[in-house]
């Protein structure tokens, strides 16, 4: 007699995709996936949210134990989706949040055969053609960017942070040779700019630098590190006998799409090594995981403009290009294809120059002793991760297919002539006024004043004379009061979900300057979607103006 275990095996069974072909097991499998889109898909409305967005309690989670029985597939299928209620879609036209993308139905697909199969990317017998996909992706992305794609090589991480985290990495093994074994023992400084992403306060503390070891460089205003105060700042760190493990070049704030200039740092970087006879040469890692997508315009003829973008469009790229193209001087970049990819979480590859770079992270294969006795490819020894996901890559190279070069060309384009045209509406108002006008990518952040104020000078008034330090403050909550009625307005249907940023920048007395924030990046977005965005903004200022 079997035990009693087999039978509730039996049904748990049941609950894999087989293992062996079975087509009415296939047929159950698909119609399960089927019947969760469907009710997913019965969330959707004019909102550019699934179904309801009620408050969250914490405290009932926080009692969760785990059943002592098991449930169905539809049982538990039924309970998943309740919890994409609330939650966004960023493919719709009445969302311009933040620099989050919709997925492609092609990246979805890669997502799922690599969650079906569970590829580890750590060594090519537990990925095997993924883990060719994986060198693709690093030649086909290398190669776009301007890199020698038979030098160059990388590995698909865990977000942007972990880019940025191995181009430090790998600087702080050049300017410390053996750190790796041997810790830190001198001081080391990192660079980067006011408006680079926070993730280089975690990563300075993760890897033991220290926050304080960072060396904050202020922007200008179009966002971009202020190169004689980098030039300052460097020179004195390499005078007083610190070390730099590296210069991170921001090609895209998060903010403002703010572009470093990555050639005058690269010449600096070069400058110092002989001016300084220094025995190593400080990293420069180019933060592009937002500015990536923009090389593909590197060969677009802007003055024939075969796919027919508005002048002003082709301004924009032009610009943004001419930043973009100097990608291929910087020794590692960061890519992620989660943001203008178009792929799900997580997409995020990390680039270098030269291949050889990662061996300097490379342990031996002595304290591994259960990997690695065969195969070709085994970036595990030198990997951060140990387990790495095939979903990123998969999706990356769906989508690299799926839209070619001309393709993202078009979109990018797109969302750019959108954000042209919202910064055009909001010009055209005597009340509202664009902040990042000089920057050229999909983000457009704006502020909005009262009746009385003059918007034509306020802006310098403020961020420059600190007699205006009250009215800056003021008008940051009158900003934040703004906000509310329009987030208000979008999330009931009635307008487009925005977002707000709580410091854009610092003004030069040090308070920080509160902005409206459109990121473009659904390809659904129009010009109706971006006028109304104008049009919920004057609303809230009356019903501001009315107490």
């Known amino acids: 007699m079997a035990a009693p275990y087999r039978s509730v095996l039996d049904q748990i069974r049941l609950a894999f995709p087989q ?3 079975n087509r009415v097991h296939d047929s159950y499998f698909v119609h399960s996936i089927m019947r969760a889109i469907d009710a997913v898909d019965a969330l959707k409305s004019e909102r550019p949210i699934l ?3 009620t408050p969250l309690d914490y405290e009932t989670a926080r009692r969760a134990s785990i059943p002592d029985t098991g449930s169905s597939v539809e049982d538990v299928t039924a309970d998943l989706v309740r919890y994409c209620e ?3 879609l960023w493919g719709h036209p009445r969302t311009q949040q933040n620099v989050v993308a919709p997925a492609t139905i092609s990246s979805l697909i890669g997502v799922l055969l690599s969650s079906m199969y569970n590829p580890n990317l750590a060594w090519d017998e537990y990925s095997h053609r993924v883990a060719l996909a994986e060198v693709e992706m690093v030649a086909m992305t290398a190669r776009l960017i301007g890199y020698v794609p038979e030098r160059a090589s990388g590995v698909f991480t865990f977000g942007g942070t972990g880019t940025t985290f191995y181009g430090i990495k790998v600087g702080l093994e050049k300017a410390l040779p053996g750190s790796m074994e041997e810790g830190i023992r001198e001081d080391v400084v990192v660079f980067a700019s006011d408006c680079s992403h926070y993730c280089r306060y975690n990563i300075a503390g993760w890897l033991g630098l220290g926050s304080k070891s960072l060396i904050t460089i202020p922007t200008d205003l179009r966002n971009s590190m202020d190169m004689a105060r980098l030039r300052e700042h460097a020179v004195a760190a390499v005078k007083s006998g610190k070390k730099i493990a590296a210069f991170i070049a921001t090609m895209g704030t998060t903010d403002a799409f703010g572009l470093d200039d990555l050639k005058a740092i690269v010449a600096l970087r070069d400058e110092l090594v002989i001016t300084f006879d220094l025995p190593y040469s400080p990293h420069v890692h180019a933060d592009a995981v937002i500015g990536w997508a923009w090389s593909v315009f590197n060969d677009y003829n802007f003055e024939d403009n075969p796919l027919g973008f508005r002048p002003k469009t082709i301004r924009a790229l032009a610009g943004a290009g001419q930043q973009i193209r100097h990608l291929s001087l910087a020794d590692s970049v960061g890519v992620d294809f989660h943001k203008p990819g178009f792929t799900p979480y997580i997409s995020s590859l990390v680039l270098f120059k030269d291949g050889d770079d990662l061996t300097l992270l490379k342990r031996p294969q002595e304290q591994m002793p259960y990997l690695y006795q065969f195969g070709e490819h085994r970036p595990g020894m030198y990997t951060m991760e140990t387990s790495r996901s095939g979903t990123g890559v998969l999706a990356a190279l769906a989508n690299m297919k799926l839209f070619g070069k001309e393709g993202l060309q078009v979109i990018l384009g797109h969302i750019v002539e959108m954000a042209e045209l919202l910064s055009e509406n909001l010009q055209g108002h005597a009340c509202t006024t664009v ?4 920057n050229f990518g999909a983000v457009t952040l704006f502020r909005a ?3 009385e104020i003059d918007t034509f000078q306020i802006n310098e008034q403020e961020m420059k004379d600190p007699a205006y330090r009250e009215s800056l403050l003021r ?6 009061t703004v906000y509310d009625y329009v987030h ?4 009931a249907g009635r307008g487009v979900v925005i977002s707000i940023t709580d410091c854009y920048r610092q003004t030069v007395y040090g308070e920080p300057v509160v902005a ?13 979607n971006v006028q109304m965005v104008v049009q919920k903004v004057l609303e809230a200022r009356e019903m501001v103006s009315k107490g």
């Open 86 to 88: 609330g939650l966004t």
């Open 19 to 21: 293992p062996v072909s």
């Open 51 to 53: 179904g309801e967005r």
């Open 435 to 438: 902040l990042n006008r000089e």
């Open 449 to 451: 004043y009262p009746s």
């Open 488 to 491: 208000a307005e979008g999330m």
């Open 516 to 528: 409206l924030k459109s990121f473009i990046l659904s390809p659904f977005v129009d010009e109706e």
């Open 475 to 480: 008008h940051n909550d009158y900003n934040r």
